[in-house]
RNA sequence: GGAGAGGUGGCAGAGUGGUAAUGCAGCAGCCUGCUAAGCUGUCAUCCUUUUGGAUGCCCGGGUUCGAAUCCCGGUCUCUCCGCCA
């Protein structure tokens, strides 16, 4: 959530970086923001004067009861009365104002980073590096979802029993080489200095709100009724939220956590053939990497995580590309995002394995999550985080482009977390 | 699930109707010949920004001229009992 002061003071700048989301009545949004800002300032100013007066009176009593002058107290205590039905119908607009502005400012998304270029929608992302060479597979080469169900390492059917469609069941040296690909990044990430914690899978709503998960993304998340809480759809959400209301030491920052979760989406309205398989689905598995860091060196810190990220898809001889996504495809909360995506050779397409992200203060103002800087006043930290990596796709991607006539190779990193070389 | 206790600034910790003590840490300044001590201010948020004012004691209501303090509802933590992986 921005800053309504940041929105008052750099209007243009706001308006700007809307326009570079597509968004089409940004101005009739920001004077929204801004004639309820005055509203809300204005009601603040009247009440404070109202309650001014209201509690000098009130003083006035308490001295005169104390000195014996109970009949004065009483005449001053009639003229309160007035006051207060003042103070209640000031409260309120105040109240209003506040109220309308924060639902005003939750539909505004961050402002994206200077070097986000324009554009509708993903065609319009930037490549700023490729590696690898495609593999070129012969005709007989088979998709991920053949592969998993002739080597018997995937159940998609079992799933859809068990729960439903997007609800895969991993088997045999399927498991296995989830669960290898999981130790893996999590080996690399702690090594990286990412200190690794394990969270809750569940969360309340305050924690849905403070990394912007919610209010406006609800239909993402699946939400547990009775108990009003909600399943993550990324460790983003819970590993973020640690840190929701804290005053951090500037010496404490920067902090690095990495998590594994499943991660649940509902996906809804997304169908057909580009969701087959392991593409897309309800719960999988993400091993995510989380920073809170000092403003000033926040942009650092993003460099750092592309290159950590960059480095494990190299050690996995995956081919990859690194997209900077455009105003129309940068997420709602971020400031500047990275995408990874591998190809996936036998079904010739790129398959995005990691978003790497700068929020700057964006979830931070919402979590209240600031740190004392060095001129002892409190200041909004910046919050990135990536994943490090996504599962599923990798999964698919070792599955298609390591796949020869005698079976499925597994990438020399991984043969010491699966035990075995070759899924046959 | 039942019973009891409790939730106060970055932290510690007073305050049981008269408007948030005190200590530690932090920041700024002053002073002082020794990595220290002392003094002053600052030290939650918002508005005005110059003096100032308002709000703020877990959250939401209520009583009152006035609520951290009293009442009602909620929530979380701790202790005990019960149940249990």
Same mark, same amino acid.
């Given at each position: ?312 898809? /190299?050690?996995? +001889? ?6 900077? &996504? ?6 709602? #909360?971020? =400031? %500047? ?31 209240? /999550?600031?740190? +004392? ?6 200041? &909004? ?6 994943? #490090?990596? =996504? %599962? ?33």
């Amino acid at each position: 959530m921005l800053q309504v002061q940041f929105i008052r003071e750099h209007k243009d700048e706001v308006l700007e970086g809307l326009k570079k989301r597509n968004i089409s009545n940004a101005e009739e949004m920001i004077e929204r923001v801004l004639s309820t800002d005055e509203v809300r300032r204005k009601s603040q100013v009247e009440l404070d004067n109202v309650s001014a007066e209201s509690n000098k009176l009130s003083k006035e009593i308490g001295l005169l009861f104390k000195s014996g002058e109970v009949r004065k107290a009483t005449l001053v205590r009639e003229k309160t009365s007035q006051l207060k039905e003042q103070k209640e119908t000031l409260s309120k607009q105040k109240i209003t104002a506040e109220k309308t502005l924060q639902q005003l400012l939750f539909q505004i998304p961050n402002i994206p980073h200077q070097s986000v270029p324009y554009g509708q929608s993903d065609e319009d992302n930037e490549e700023i590096f490729r590696c690898g060479t495609n593999p070129t597979l012969d005709e007989s080469a088979l998709p991920h979802w053949e592969l998993a169900k002739k080597y018997n390492l995937i159940s998609f059917e079992l799933g859809t029993k068990i729960t439903g469609a997007g609800f895969p069941v991993y088997t045999g040296k399927g498991a296995k080489l989830q669960r290898a690909l999981i130790n893996y990044f999590l080996d690399k990430n702690t090594t990286a200095g990412y200190e690794e914690v394990q969270v809750p899978h569940l969360v309340n709503e305050a924690s849905g709100i403070g990394t912007g998960s919610l209010p406006d993304k609800e239909r993402q998340m699946y939400h547990i009724e009775g108990d009003d809480l909600y399943l993550i759809p990324t460790a983003e959400v819970p590993v973020t939220n640690i840190f929701r209301g804290n005053l951090l030491k500037e010496k404490d920052l920067p902090l690095a956590l990495t998590s594994y979760t499943p991660c649940f989406r509902r996906e809804a309205g997304s169908y057909g053939a580009h969701v087959r398989g392991l593409n897309r689905l309800h719960q999988f598995d993400k091993v995510e990497i989380v920073r809170i860091e000092h403003p000033n060196r926040s942009y650092e810190a993003l460099e750092e995580m592309i290159e950590h990220v960059k480095k494990i898809l /190299l050690e996995l +001889k995956l081919p990859f590309r690194i997209l900077r &996504l455009c105003g129309g495809d940068v997420t709602f #909360a971020s =400031a %500047l995002t990275y995408d990874f995506e591998i190809f996936s050779a036998a079904q010739k397409r790129w398959l995005e394995v990691s978003s790497v992200s700068n929020f700057e203060t964006f979830q931070s103002n919402r979590l209240k /999550l600031r740190f +004392k800087n060095g001129s002892g006043k409190s200041q &909004l930290a910046h919050t990135l985080n990536g994943s #490090a990596l =996504a %599962l599923p796709r990798i999964v698919a991607g070792i599955l298609e482009n390591y796949q020869t006539t005698k079976g499925i190779v597994i990438p020399e990193v991984l043969i010491p977390y699966t035990g075995f070389e070759l899924i046959s």
